[in-house]
T-cell receptor
Framework: LAKTTQPISMDSYEGQEVNITCSHN???????ITWYQQFPSQGPRFIIQ???TKVTNEVASLFIPADRKSSTLSLPRVSLSDTAVYYC?????????????FGTGTQLKVEL | DTEVTQTPKHLVMGMTNKKSLKCEQH?????MYWYKQKAKKPPELMFV???????INESVPSRFSPECPNSSLLNLHLHALQPEDSALYLC??????????????FGEGSWLTVV
């Protein structure tokens, strides 16, 4: 199963763009890349998912280079409420099903 | 509506008690999951159900017993737990398990405290 590596923590200020990069060197051909956001004492919330190139939705963009060995979550103009842990997950398919495994995540702290 | 509902939100139980955590989804998903999350740690996969059949058990102790009565419901039966089992238990679901592009949606979790 593909293992992911992210920075443990990042700090930013309100209104700035934040880019969180995730490394997944052994990503498999069929693996998708998914990002989740988690606030304390809540379940992870789906942010965005992609397979290659660029994906954009109303809250974030996901950039995936051609070799797919890394991905970057981009959060435009962050606010205090974006302070959370962000997880990058890759693939997880096995013979028994989807063993989506969480890495350590990135604690994003947004300040005024 | 991408909603996974978990009950109860909080549960305190003694080490000799038997209790259950419940999870429900009405999105037509055929895959359901249980994760366990300790404080300041990432969620850890416990069980995966696919089409109401247990497909993955991550070597979870038998004091945790999952059950999938139908495609919308998932239970986690708890018996003879230890204080170290205190954690946030997360239920999740996805359309199916056969494609890694199927988004997994999580509930808000059930906080379990074992005393």
């Amino acid at each position: 199963l593909a293992k992911t590596t992210q920075p443990i923590s990042m700090d930013s200020y309100e209104g700035q763009e934040v880019n969180i990069t995730c490394s997944h060197n052994n990503i498999a051909t069929n693996d998708y890349i998914t990002w989740y956001q988690q606030f304390p004492s809540q379940g992870p919330r789906f942010i965005i998912q992609g397979y290659k190139t660029k994906v954009t939705n109303e809250v974030a963009s996901l950039f995936i280079p051609a070799d797919r060995k890394s991905s970057t979550l981009s959060l435009p103009r962050v606010s205090l409420s974006d302070t959370a842990v962000y997880y990058c997950l890759v693939g997880g398919l096995t013979g028994g099903g989807n063993k989506l495994t969480f890495g350590t995540g990135t604690q994003l702290k947004v300040e005024l | 509506d991408t909603e996974v509902t978990q009950t109860p939100k909080h549960l305190v139980m003694g080490m000799t008690n038997k209790k259950s955590l419940k999870c429900e989804q009405h999105m037509g998903h055929r895959a359901m999951y249980w994760y366990k999350q300790k404080a300041k740690k990432p969620p850890e996969l416990m069980f995966v159900y696919s089409y109401e059949k247990l497909s993955i058990n991550e070597s979870v102790p038998s004091r945790f017993s999952p059950e999938c009565p139908n495609s919308s419901l998932l239970n986690l039966h708890l018996h003879a737990l230890q204080p170290e089992d205190s954690a946030l238990y997360l239920c999740a679901s996805s359309l199916q398990t056969g494609h890694s592009g199927n988004t997994i949606y999580f509930g808000e979790g059930s906080w379990l405290t074992v005393v």
